[in-house]
């Protein structure tokens, strides 16, 4: 999609580097960043430079990529994977690409491994791109049928980010919206802020504005007296590890928005690749959510009058903070997840019946 009228993708990798957007820039700066080693993958992944389930499981196929070429040994290989799936624990997609790097590289010789590994996470992220447009034009007739109905605006909410800079392209969440509005629908988002770390003002709004998408950014809490008042037509929200039972865990505060969506008797929907099934959890509870540092909480960033970026302390300094990243929405207040084979019930026979 574009930045200041340019087509990008989220990564890319030149001449031995892996290039990122570094989204803790955003929406400032626009800085595309190199990562050099395995290491620069795990810390970009860490302070989330590169986020979102889809697009730090291609980047840490490309980590494996970089490991190779700094040391072309099965046991730095193995090392490397491990440290990958660990740099963050709730998105599916890491493990999941990372797990698929290795198997396709085991007992592959080392002459061959660099050019095999380059061209599996180059097919990762093709893959994606396939997949997020496929769910766009799955959710499509979503909105297209509440705008036949409604021959009006359609208004969409959304949490946290699940647009292009979470995946490769497109996106997953914003899939259906880009293409509604490449169709000529009239589309207006809501993009909760989604604190602490506001991926929904600082990314979503951002890449909407760059793609000429109306849009509105509102505080976390204003979605449920939005929704009592008639001013949402459907939510449709990203997720890191859908449960084969059609559970979804995604951003802290998505489970808010389901319950107010759910007595508002609004559409709730769950955009998603099959990247971000987990097929073996069987209980949510098993779910590693992510517990990240409190200071995202207790202080905030942004420029000052002269242009200086500047980090501030916003809570009582004796506060202690608690910052869980992410929740769980029960499958029963999701209205259908639009995945790149089709929309199906958040349920097991759902995703069955589309992902045997
Ligand atoms: O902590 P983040 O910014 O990586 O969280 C991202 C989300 O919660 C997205 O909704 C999810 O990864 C789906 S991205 C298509």
Redesign the pocket.
Same mark, same amino acid.
Do not use: S, Y
């Given at each position: 999609m574009k930045i200041n009228g340019k087509e990008y993708r989220t990564i890319w990798f030149e001449k031995n580097i892996v290039k990122i957007i570094d989204q803790t820039k955003l929406p400032h700066q626009f800085v595309i960043k190199d990562l050099k080693t395995v290491k620069d993958v795990i810390n970009a992944i860490k302070t989330?430079e590169v &986020?979102? !389930?889809? /697009?730090?499981g291609a980047t840490a196929a490309y980590g494996l990529v970089l490991a190779i070429l700094e040391n072309n040994d099965q046991s730095f290989l193995k090392k490397s994977a491990e440290d990958l799936i660990k740099s &963050?624990p709730t !998105?599916i997609n890491l493990k999941w690409a990372v797990d698929r790097m290795i198997n396709k590289l085991s007992g592959v010789n080392s002459e061959k491994i660099l050019d095999i590994a380059l061209n599996e996470a180059k097919k990762i992220c093709e893959e994606d791109i396939k997949f997020c447009e496929n769910i766009g034009l799955n959710g499509l007739k979503i909105i297209e049928e509440i705008y036949n109905k409604k021959k009006d605006t359609v208004n969409i909410l959304t949490?946290? #980010? +699940? =647009?292009w800079l +979470?995946?490769i392209n497109w =996106?997953? +969440?914003t899939s259906p919206i880009y293409h509604a509005h490449k169709k000529g629908i009239p589309v207006h988002v809501w993009a909760d802020e989604t604190r602490p &770390?506001n991926?929904g003002a600082n990314l979503t709004s951002y890449e909407l504005n760059e793609e000429g998408i109306k849009n509105t950014i509102i505080a976390d809490n204003t979605g449920g007296i939005l929704m009592q008042r008639g001013e949402v037509d459907m939510c449709i929200?990203?997720?890191?590890r859908t449960l084969a039972n059609g559970d979804v865990c #995604?951003?802290i505060g998505?489970y808010l928005k389901a319950l107010a969506a759910h007595d508002n008797k609004i559409p709730f929907y769950v !955009? /998603?690749p099959s990247s971000?099934i987990d097929w073996n959890i069987k209980d949510h509870k098993e779910i590693p959510i992510?517990e990240r540092n409190s200071e995202e909480l207790s202080t905030i960033e942004g420029f000052d009058s002269d242009g200086n970026l500047k980090k501030i302390q916003i809570y009582p300094k004796k506060s202690k903070a608690m910052n869980l +990243?992410?929740d769980v929405t029960p499958a029963k207040y999701v209205t259908g997840l639009i995945t790149e084979k089709g929309i199906c019930q958040a349920s097991t026979e759902g995703l069955k019946k589309l992902f045997k």
């Open positions: 989330m &986020r979102g !389930a889809p /697009l730090i &963050r !998105a949490h946290c #980010n +699940a =647009g +979470a995946t =996106g997953t +969440a &770390r991926q929200v990203g997720t890191d #995604n951003k998505t !955009a /998603l971000t992510e +990243a992410f």
